[in-house]
């Protein structure tokens, strides 16, 4: 079973909000990463981040920022909402770089 | 081009019969992996198994398993026995070395569901 956990589960917020959506995991791994779906469809990958104070960009653009200052914590941050934010953010972690990956709960945010 | 391909939106399967998945993927990695993943209504995903591009012999776990046919880049899940629990999103995953970051590539996915 895996030990990543988001919160919130569900956030609606007004336009031009400032959000913080949290992710922590007590597997130890160093690799996170955060995913964003819209319904029904596939996972694009946002940020990832390989260690401590190390945080890139994904494939898909996203006016979101990451920061990882400790292991367990993976938060994603959005400085003024935006109804076109409205998606599901997934947290992942995986141990090595290619292996599985284990998946929290998601936030699934909706902006007003 | 689509990396991973999932051709079936959606899957109507009755309890207790074997359904099948389809998944076709593009790489030109010698050394890739392929990933099923499950999505509940609740939204978390679970993986159900993985199948090493190296790997001689298909991936089974328990009432899942992979038919990978590697000269055709399919490697399409089979369920055995379907129960209602299995009613879900299933997505399949690639994992490629050659880009600058080793992460997986989704497809659009599949919704399975499992009638009485």
């Given amino acids: ?112 | 081009a689509q990396k991973i391909t999932q051709t079936q939106p959606g899957m109507f399967v009755q309890e207790k019969e074997a359904v099948t998945l389809d998944c076709t993927y593009d790489t030109s990695d010698q050394s890739y992996g392929l990933f099923w993943y499950k999505q509940p209504s609740s939204g978390e995903m679970i993986f159900l198994i993985y199948q090493g591009s190296y790997d001689e012999q298909n991936a089974t776990e328990g009432r899942y398993s992979l038919n990978f046919q590697k000269a055709r880049k399919s490697a399409n899940l089979v369920i055995s026995a379907s129960q209602l629990g299995d009613s879900a999103m299933y997505f399949c995953a690639m994992r490629e070395e050659d880009i600058g970051y080793s992460t997986l590539t989704f497809g659009k996915g599949t919704m399975l569901l499992v009638s009485p």
């Fill in chain 1, 1 to 112: 079973e895996a030990d990543i956990y988001q919160t919130p589960r569900y956030l609606v917020i007004g336009t031009g909000k400032k959000i913080t959506l949290e992710c922590s995991q007590t597997m130890g791994h160093d690799k996170m990463y955060w995913y964003q779906q819209d319904p029904g469809m596939e996972l694009h990958l946002i940020h990832y981040s390989y260690g401590v104070n190390s945080t890139e960009k994904g494939d898909l653009s996203s006016e979101s920022t990451v920061s990882r200052i400790r292991t367990e914590h993976f938060p994603l941050t959005l400085e003024s909402a935006r109804p076109s934010h409205t998606s599901q953010y997934l947290c992942a972690s995986s141990a090595q770089v290619g292996e599985k990956l284990f998946f929290g709960s998601g936030t699934q945010l909706s902006v007003l």
